[in-house]
């Protein structure tokens, strides 16, 4: 999986990229939805977001989870 000199391939870094991404942006509904102000169309907006990038987090996990798992089982068998 890793490529030339880098620790991990370009696949499991753009995961990890997305990841990252997608939980700062659940940080960032959370304190949208604490606003006052952000009510109706937007607040729901803003929870459909959130549930969407839950999922998405969720999905990320596993994926780099089952890639790492192979890498490792990969790196014992060598």
């Known amino acids: 999986m890793p490529q030339g000199k880098y620790a991990v391939d370009n ?43 839950h999922k998405a987090v969720q999905e990320i996990k596993r994926l780099l989870h089952d890639r790492l798992m192979r890498e490792l089982q990969g790196s014992k068998a060598a």
Do not use: H, I, P
């Open 11 to 53: 696949l499991t870094y753009d995961l990890m990229a997305v990841g990252y991404e997608k939980s700062k942006a659940l940080e960032a509904y959370e304190r949208y939805l604490n606003d006052a102000q952000v009510e109706g169309e937007a607040r729901q907006l803003f929870e459909r977001l959130r549930e969407q990038d």
